[in-house]
């Protein structure tokens, strides 16, 4: 266990707060005191709301400062570790956030390229599909992506702010399927529900609380909210990055390269004695932090399958150009999004739980599942 230990100068009114052990410590200040001296050594964590885009600037609401090797929007909430050089704070660990209306978690991914695509490492190998293939070179841009999936307590922030009466979220496909169909919340809403497998006769009833990912939600809702949130839906170059990228290696599993079944929710983590869930039902998001991705995004795997912007396409990566991809948006039309993400079910076999895996929305945008979520990028 680190220790966390305040302390406070009293001569000058600096307030420093220590983060970690002593090999590496990184020292909290508050922007409006990082004219005080003598200061801490770098590096240092502040934090702040963006006030400007470029130069991007964040402020405490007392003072402001300028910040370099970080993209982010003007409103969005930031916690960032760097250098200070008394004019600028140069970012060189990693950037957490809240977005929009939902004051939902984010985590900065830097720009860079990555290698998409099946590793043909270990169950990559043995579990691959030929829609998975070839590895490619894939260069992002930076940007924002949930620590979690979407919630059940912030999608009901959406809700509750007149979401479903808004069509201002909406796309028109979206608003004629919601008008069409009446929707006022997602299938499988109520906090009490009771998951059947496939023997038709197990019971498996649980509780979702506000902790739990939101599910049962169709392509159109997971889009209109983040909308609403300020944000959209990941690509799905965006979701694998996120996912799997170590910086030099792309991971078969989130959390690396050999599957562990009490990292994730899944169908064979089912002990609950033993701190898993019971099969059939999700689990609150972040519940198990050992199998974060390299980026530190929870429930890449299990919990959720989860939607992307893409359109599907099984033989896109095929179509891969010279030196790879820059910022792919996936094929321009198609019958199909994307889905990543290995969920609870009894789908959640090996084959679907890597980063790797990859495949559509069952019987299109409109369809959802009790095992269908999201997570929000920006």
Not at 64 to 93: K, P
Not at 109 to 125: C, H, K, W
Not at 170 to 196: K, N
């Amino acid at each position: 266990m680190h220790a966390r230990i305040v302390v406070v100068l009293a001569l000058t009114g600096l307030c420093v707060v220590v983060l970690g052990s002593a090999a590496w410590a990184v020292y909290g200040v508050r922007i409006s005191d990082l004219g005080y001296t003598p200061l801490p050594p770098n590096p240092i964590k502040v934090w702040g709301r963006v006030t400007s885009e470029s130069p991007l600037k964040i402020s405490d609401g007392k003072a402001e400062i300028v910040v370099s090797g970080l993209t982010a929007s003007v409103g969005d909430y930031v916690v960032v570790s760097g250098d200070w050089e008394g004019s600028v704070l140069t970012v060189t660990g990693p950037a957490n956030g809240y977005v929009g209306l939902g004051h939902i978690p984010l985590i900065y991914i830097p720009a860079g390229r990555f290698l998409m695509g099946n590793s043909g490492v270990g169950d990559d190998a043995v579990y691959g599909n030929s829609n998975e293939f070839p590895q490619h070179s894939v260069n992002l841009s930076g940007y924002w992506i949930g620590k979690y999936e979407v919630t059940r307590g912030e999608y009901r922030q959406f809700m509750n702010a007149g979401g479903y009466s808004n069509s201002s979220y909406w796309s028109s496909d979206g608003w004629s399927w919601r008008v069409g169909t009446g929707r006022t919340e997602p299938d499988y809403w109520a906090a009490s529900q009771d998951w059947y497998d496939g023997c038709g006769h197990c019971s498996y009833a649980f509780t979702q609380t506000d902790n739990h990912p939101v599910v049962g939600v169709s392509y159109y809702e997971a889009e209109a909210f983040c909308n609403w949130a300020g944000g959209h839906l990941p690509t799905e170059a965006q979701w694998e990055k996120a996912a799997r990228w170590t910086g030099s290696h792309p991971n078969v599993y989130p959390c690396g390269d050999t599957w562990d079944a009490e990292k994730c929710n899944n169908w064979y983590d089912h002990n609950a004695a033993g701190g898993g869930y019971e099969m059939n039902q999700t689990a609150p998001v972040g519940s198990y932090p050992s199998g974060a991705s390299p980026y530190g995004c929870q429930d890449m795997a299990g919990n959720a399958f989860e939607r992307c912007k893409d359109w599907y396409g099984y033989s896109y990566y095929s179509q891969t150009p010279p030196g790879g991809w820059s910022d792919p948006q996936g094929p321009v039309s198609g019958e199909h999004r994307v889905m990543r993400s290995g969920g609870w079910s009894y789908y959640g076999d090996l084959y679907y739980l890597r980063c790797a895996y990859r495949n559509l929305d069952g019987y299109g945008p409109s369809y959802d599942w009790y095992d269908y979520g999201f997570r929000l990028a920006r």
